[in-house]
Antibody, heavy 115, light 108 residues
Framework: QVQLVESGGGVVQPGRSLRLSCAAS????????MHWVRQAPGKGLEWVAL????????YYADSVKGRFTISRDNSKNTLYLQMNSLRAEDTAVYYC????????WGQGTLVTVSS | EIVLTQSPGTLSLSPGEKATLSCRAS???????LAWYQQKPGQAPRLLIY???SRATGIPDRLSGSGSGTDFTLTVSRLEPEDFAVYYC?????????FGRGTKLEIK
C-alpha cells in the first residue's frame, strides 16, 4: 500500500522558517508529480504547490509564491516544502499528495505560526 | 484563474436518500480535469471521481459524477452512514489547482 508520511511541522514564530518533509514508499516515487495542499483549522483545502516527477517544473499558489519552495530528492524518495517568512495565515495542516489528480495523501503535519 | 463555487454549503439528508452536490466553474473548463474528493473529520481527503465522471479505485457505484462546461454534479444515489462527510471539487487542468470551498453532507 502506498505510503506518504509528512514530518517537520510544529510551532514557529512569524517571520521564521520551517522545512516540511514527505517520505514516500511502496511506489516508484520518481514517476509521479507531487503536491502540497494545506488546510487551515476548520477551513477547506488550499492547493499550495506542485513539482513534476523529475523536478523540472514547479508551480505555486499566489499566497505562497516567493516565500515557499517545493523540491524533491528522488534518490531518497522524499518531497520537501521550504517555508520562509511565515505568517499567521500559514497556520494549517500540510498534506503531501501523489499525482494529478491526487490519489494518495499523507495524514498531514500541523504548522502553527504564532508568537 | 478558475474559481469553483460549490453548493449548497451544507446539505442535510437521511440515510437512503439521494444527494446531489453542485460545483460551478467561473469559466468553461475541460471536464477531463475535474475531480471530487471526500474528507471525513481528522482524515486526509480521498479521491472519489476524476475526469468528471470516472470513479477512482474502490469507489462504490452509488457515487457518480457528471457535467461539462461550467456545471458539474456529484450524486450519491442512496446515502450510507459512511457518506456523511465534506466533499470538495477540484480543477486540475492547469495551475493553480483550485479547490471549491466544499459541501458538508450531514445527517438529518
Amino acid at each position: 500500500q502506498v505510503q506518504l508520511v509528512e514530518s517537520g511541522g510544529g510551532v514557529v514564530q512569524p517571520g521564521r522558517s520551517l522545512r516540511l518533509s514527505c517520505a514516500a514508499s511502496r511506489f516508484t516515487f520518481s514517476n509521479y508529480g507531487m503536491h502540497w495542499v494545506r488546510q487551515a483549522p476548520g477551513k477547506g483545502l488550499e492547493w499550495v504547490a506542485l513539482i513534476w516527477y523529475d523536478g523540472s517544473s514547479r508551480y505555486y499558489a499566489d499566497s505562497v509564491k516567493g516565500r515557499f519552495t517545493i523540491s524533491r530528492d528522488n534518490s531518497k524518495n522524499t518531497l520537501y516544502l521550504q517555508m520562509n517568512s511565515l505568517r499567521a495565515e500559514d497556520t494549517a495542516v500540510y498534506y503531501c499528495a501523489r499525482g494529478t489528480p491526487s490519489d494518495y495523501w499523507g495524514q498531514g503535519t500541523l504548522v502553527t505560526v504564532s508568537s | 484563474e478558475i474559481v469553483l463555487t460549490q453548493s449548497p454549503g451544507t446539505l442535510s439528508l437521511s440515510p437512503g436518500e439521494k444527494a446531489t452536490l453542485s460545483c460551478r466553474a467561473s469559466q468553461s473548463v475541460d471536464s477531463s480535469y475535474l475531480a471530487w474528493y471526500q474528507q471525513k473529520p481528522g482524515q486526509a481527503p480521498r479521491l472519489l471521481i476524476y475526469g468528471a465522471s470516472s470513479r477512482a479505485t474502490g469507489i462504490p457505484d452509488r457515487l457518480s459524477g457528471s457535467g461539462s462546461g461550467t456545471d458539474f454534479t456529484l450524486t450519491v444515489s442512496r446515502l450510507e452512514p459512511e457518506d456523511f462527510a465534506v466533499y470538495y471539487c477540484q480543477y486540475y487542468g492547469d495551475s493553480p489547482y483550485t479547490f471549491g470551498r466544499g459541501t458538508k453532507l450531514e445527517i438529518k
